[in-house]
């Protein structure tokens, strides 16, 4: 069953009233779980082409890679920063400590799983939200998928090598990707 069909589970034994839309770390990793699910059910026609190169290791490659040359970008002072900058609306300085993030973050996650997913997290959060307040609406979209879609396969890499992640690494990742849209949302301006 995919995830937007799944009902919602009713819990009769909560005594206090919450937040609308409120989980508890149980509901998240059940979440994470029906993600992984939904991945399966939708790579499943593509999995005989795929299969020989779709592999957990390779994804962390991959992701790593991408965030190793994605952060690179961003680092290098000259012209292309200073566009970036104009363009994206953030300070140079920022957009270049983002950089130095993204290529660390992504050789964490190559050697120790768990301390680079929340890094990877953490770079998906503040992608998402750059992609969010780009200045034009055209860019917003490509963007802010593109950044979950890198996380999700992260999780996905992840789930594949070690495992259902606990429950305190599933808090872990919600609050790295929660600190990296606030890094982006409160980036001074100048």
Request: aromatic share 8%.
């Given at each position: 069953?995919?995830?937007?069909h799944?009902?919602?589970?009713h819990?009769p ?25 939904e ?31 994605a952060g ?10 200073k566009?970036q ?24 996650f ?8 929340g ?7 503040g992608?998402?939200a ?61």
């Amino acid at each position: 069953q995919l995830l937007w069909h799944a009902p919602v589970p009713h819990h009769p034994s909560r005594q206090e009233p919450e937040a609308a839309g409120a989980m508890h770390v149980g509901e998240l990793v059940q979440f994470f779980a029906l993600l992984t699910k939904e991945a399966d059910v939708l790579l499943e026609p593509l999995k005989p082409y795929l299969a020989p190169y779709l592999t957990p290791s390779n994804v962390v490659l991959g992701v790593s890679s991408l965030l190793a040359v994605a952060g690179l970008s961003h680092a290098v002072p000259g012209p292309m920063a200073k566009l970036q900058s104009t363009i994206i609306g953030i300070p140079e300085w920022f957009l270049t400590c983002a950089g130095l993030l993204m290529m660390a973050s992504g050789g964490l996650f190559y050697t120790h799983r768990a301390a680079g997913l929340g890094a990877v997290a953490i770079c998906m959060g503040g992608s998402g939200a750059t992609a969010a307040m780009m200045p034009s609406m055209l860019h917003r979209p490509g963007g802010m998928v593109f950044s979950v879609l890198t996380l999700g396969a992260a999780v996905w890499a992840y789930v594949g090598e070690l495992g259902q992640p606990g429950a305190e690494l599933t808090v872990l990742v919600l609050a790295c990707y929660a600190a990296g849209v606030a890094g982006r949302v409160y980036v001074p301006t100048s």
